[in-house]
């Protein structure tokens, strides 16, 4: 590094402030600095990332030929967002995964200054095709564009061609160029058309604009959106796909059955607030409409798929196992400066199922099952008593890199707290800043303080609190990241969500995945989700342990809790010609 580079740097971290990045801000000179030195403190174990370099978005996921592909929005030359091209790996599993060569970069009019996110639509005969948007000029004028493999019969796909009639799609006068991307996964309808999403704004309605086509290149723009809504900015990233209201498979996006066995989900991520919202509604296709069920709330306060650092996802159908999965980028939440040091930045979910819970009223996720391969020593309690003030530590496992599995039962809820009319029935965080683990309530808070440090100076807790409303239980789940690291200025907030549970049986199940700087967890067997990046100083490695307590009057009976060390998943590169590289029989 030369001297004036590395003072440039160290003068731009002196006057960075900490917070959340967004994905499209630009660090211009500083997009292909090299790191510092590269920490590896925080690198996950299981969750995917790359060896160093800059990750956002899951773009395209699908399956072929014996291989699940992943691409994502990737900056092969430095750890902050800029010089995006598809990054591209392949798995057998959807655990282990093996780094191809980039699947798309810039390099024709249509996409010169930017190729990004999109989605993969499997065509009849088995024929990826991929659509993605392409920046034209530095004003950000976006279109959507397509790539075909140059080889189907090679299973990793490894190379893409960009036709020359591209872009397929080009915005008209009356939309707004610098909001107009993230075309989504086709289906085909009844009447024999291609249908695709465009994610755009009309000044502050989020839209997703359709497009028809009978032949996948010629499009045109439906006279109408298929949604929109208002005072919410712009819509990135959307997905559509139908779930099924009995049975336990998903469904492929072009799957329409009768209107009393499906719903479909509608998901937008919102530029203003960095997170995924979803509504639960009608798809009608005859007139190519959706329309939320009554009891969703559309945009700002709706339902989120994870109520943490979870942005972008992108689902699709898997053939093989007759399911939806769905991943999403987890960004890093220290400085850009950190992202520097340690010469990476960006992880993704462990990926994920998507059901419809029996109420309808929402959605569950729960990891693949392939993750359990991972699992090995494990460490078991059963029928543990926990009184006010009280934890029990979980000894025996990699408190760092773990998987555990919890039930928490109580006998009655007539120490529940009493819900204030005057809380946001639509802000969990806030409750759960004001309501932390270690404000004593009645029922809760209780659950499990990850990450923790010997001395309870760093610890990661994820908790439920109940509440007691005039005619029902509350259930606040909190990710609580305040007390997570000792490293002043980080951003650590106090995620949380509702959980829409029935409490008859006086039960409450938490999944947490611990892995190093992420902590996954799933309250209620998927109802409600959240994700914390978290950097502890002390509560690492060797040094982190793992408790269960409870901070209320009310005595909480650990059930039973499973807890598992988690080895590593592989990472491997293939380059484009190797020899070495796993046949797909393998």
Same mark, same amino acid.
């Given at each position: 590094?030369?001297?004036?580079?590395?003072?440039?740097? &160290?003068?731009?971290?002196?006057?960075?402030?900490?917070?959340?990045?967004?994905?499209?801000?630009?660090?211009?000179?500083?997009?292909?600095?090299?790191?510092?030195?590269?920490?590896?403190?925080?690198?996950?174990?299981?969750?995917?990332?790359?060896?160093?370099?800059?990750?956002?978005?899951?773009?395209?996921?699908?399956?072929?030929?014996?291989?699940?592909?992943?691409?994502? %929005?990737?900056?092969?030359?430095?750890?902050?967002?800029?010089?995006?091209?598809?990054?591209?790996?392949?798995?057998?599993?959807?655990?282990?995964?093996?780094?191809?060569?980039?699947?798309?970069?810039?390099?024709?009019?249509?996409?010169?200054?930017?190729?990004?996110?999109?989605?993969?639509?499997?065509?009849?005969?088995?024929?990826?095709?991929?659509?993605?948007?392409?920046?034209?000029?530095?004003?950000? =004028?976006?279109?959507?564009?397509?790539?075909?493999?140059?080889?189907?019969?090679?299973?990793?796909?490894?190379?893409?061609?960009?036709?020359?009639?591209?872009?397929?799609?080009?915005?008209?006068?009356?939309?707004?160029?610098?909001?107009?991307?993230?075309?989504? =996964?086709?289906?085909?309808?009844?009447?024999?058309?291609?249908?695709?999403?465009?994610?755009?704004?009309?000044?502050?309605?989020?839209?997703?604009?359709?497009?028809?086509?009978?032949?996948?290149?010629?499009?045109?723009?439906?006279?109408?959106?298929?949604? $929109?809504?208002?005072?919410?900015?712009?819509?990135?990233?959307?997905?559509?796909?139908?779930?099924?209201?009995?049975?336990?498979?998903?469904?492929?996006?072009?799957?329409?059955?009768?209107?009393?066995?499906?719903?479909?989900?509608?998901?937008?991520?919102?530029?203003?607030?960095?997170?995924?919202?979803?509504?639960?509604?009608?798809?009608?296709?005859?007139?190519?409409?959706?329309?939320?069920?009554?009891?969703?709330?559309?945009?700002?306060?709706?339902?989120?798929?994870?109520?943490?650092?979870?942005?972008?996802?992108?689902?699709?159908?898997?053939?093989?196992?007759?399911?939806?999965?769905?991943?999403?980028?987890?960004?890093?939440?220290?400085?850009?400066?950190?992202?520097?040091?340690?010469?990476?930045?960006?992880? %993704?979910?462990?990926?994920?199922?998507?059901?419809?819970?029996?109420?309808?009223?929402?959605?569950?996720?729960?990891?693949?099952?392939?993750?359990?391969?991972?699992?090995?020593?494990?460490?078991?309690?059963?029928?543990?008593?926990?009184?006010?003030?009280?934890?029990?530590?979980?000894?025996?496992?990699?408190?760092?890199?773990?998987?555990?599995?919890?039930?928490?039962?109580?006998?009655? &809820?007539?120490?529940?707290?009493?819900?204030?009319?005057?809380? +946001?029935?639509?802000?969990?965080?806030?409750?759960?800043?004001?309501?932390?683990?270690?404000?004593?309530?009645?029922?809760?808070?209780?659950?499990?303080?990850?990450?923790?440090?010997?001395?309870?100076?760093?610890?990661?807790?994820?908790?439920?609190?109940?509440?007691?409303?005039?005619?029902?239980?509350?259930?606040?789940?909190?990710?609580?990241?305040?007390?997570? $690291?000792?490293?002043?200025?980080?951003?650590?907030? $106090?995620?949380?969500?509702?959980?829409?549970?029935?409490?008859?049986?006086?039960?409450?199940?938490?999944?947490?995945?611990? +892995?190093?700087?992420?902590?996954?967890?799933?309250?209620?067997?998927?109802?409600?989700?959240?994700?914390?990046?978290?950097?502890?100083?002390?509560?690492?490695?060797?040094?982190?342990?793992?408790?269960?307590? =409870?901070?209320?009057?009310?005595?909480?009976?650990?059930?039973?809790?499973?807890?598992?060390?988690?080895? $590593?998943?592989?990472?491997?590169?293939?380059?484009?010609?190797?020899?070495?590289?796993?046949?797909?029989?393998?």
């Amino acid at each position: 590094m030369f001297p004036w580079v590395l003072l440039e740097f &160290l003068l731009f971290c002196f006057a960075t402030n900490y917070g959340v990045e967004a994905s499209h801000e630009v660090y211009t000179s500083l997009q292909s600095l090299s790191a510092v030195n590269v920490k590896q403190v925080y690198r996950t174990g299981f969750h995917f990332h790359l060896e160093k370099n800059w990750i956002n978005d899951p773009n395209g996921p699908l399956y072929y030929k014996g291989f699940y592909h992943l691409f994502y %929005q990737y900056n092969p030359e430095g750890a902050v967002w800029r010089n995006i091209v598809w990054g591209h790996s392949v798995s057998k599993d959807l655990i282990n995964w093996k780094k191809l060569e980039p699947a798309i970069f810039p390099s024709k009019t249509f996409d010169k200054y930017g190729c990004w996110s999109g989605s993969a639509t499997v065509l009849p005969g088995n024929k990826p095709i991929i659509l993605y948007t392409g920046v034209v000029d530095e004003n950000i =004028t976006e279109v959507q564009n397509y790539a075909v493999p140059a080889d189907y019969s090679d299973p990793y796909l490894r190379k893409w061609i960009k036709p020359d009639n591209n872009p397929l799609i080009v915005a008209d006068e009356s939309m707004n160029t610098t909001a107009f991307r993230d075309p989504t =996964t086709a289906w085909l309808g009844q009447d024999g058309r291609w249908k695709i999403l465009v994610g755009g704004r009309r000044k502050h309605r989020g839209i997703v604009f359709l497009y028809r086509s009978r032949d996948f290149m010629n499009w045109v723009k439906a006279k109408h959106p298929l949604h $929109s809504c208002a005072n919410t900015g712009n819509w990135e990233c959307p997905d559509f796909f139908p779930v099924s209201l009995h049975g336990t498979n998903g469904l492929d996006t072009s799957s329409l059955m009768e209107e009393n066995k499906i719903k479909h989900v509608l998901k937008v991520s919102l530029d203003e607030t960095r997170y995924d919202y979803y509504t639960l509604g009608t798809y009608f296709p005859q007139k190519d409409r959706y329309i939320p069920d009554k009891n969703m709330v559309d945009g700002l306060r709706g339902l989120r798929y994870d109520y943490g650092d979870f942005y972008a996802s992108k689902s699709f159908f898997d053939p093989i196992k007759k399911r939806r999965i769905m991943w999403a980028w987890a960004n890093e939440s220290d400085t850009v400066c950190d992202d520097l040091r340690k010469g990476w930045a960006g992880i %993704q979910t462990i990926p994920r199922t998507i059901l419809i819970d029996p109420n309808g009223r929402q959605l569950l996720q729960w990891p693949v099952e392939e993750l359990e391969t991972l699992r090995r020593e494990k460490v078991e309690l059963r029928e543990k008593k926990l009184k006010k003030g009280e934890h029990v530590e979980v000894k025996g496992i990699t408190a760092a890199q773990a998987d555990v599995e919890v039930t928490f039962s109580f006998h009655c &809820l007539d120490k529940a707290e009493k819900y204030d009319s005057s809380w +946001d029935e639509h802000d969990a965080q806030k409750l759960c800043s004001q309501k932390g683990s270690t404000v004593q309530g009645g029922v809760g808070p209780f659950g499990l303080l990850t990450l923790a440090s010997h001395d309870l100076k760093e610890y990661t807790p994820v908790f439920f609190r109940i509440f007691k409303a005039n005619s029902k239980h509350v259930v606040l789940m909190c990710s609580d990241e305040s007390s997570s $690291s000792l490293e002043e200025g980080l951003y650590k907030p $106090s995620f949380a969500g509702f959980v829409d549970v029935d409490l008859t049986d006086k039960k409450l199940s938490l999944r947490s995945l611990i +892995d190093h700087s992420v902590v996954e967890s799933f309250g209620a067997g998927g109802k409600t989700c959240i994700t914390s990046r978290v950097y502890p100083t002390l509560a690492i490695y060797e040094n982190a342990h793992l408790h269960a307590f =409870t901070n209320g009057t009310a005595t909480i009976i650990i059930e039973k809790l499973d807890a598992w060390s988690m080895k $590593s998943s592989r990472i491997m590169l293939i380059c484009m010609h190797s020899t070495t590289a796993l046949k797909p029989s393998e």
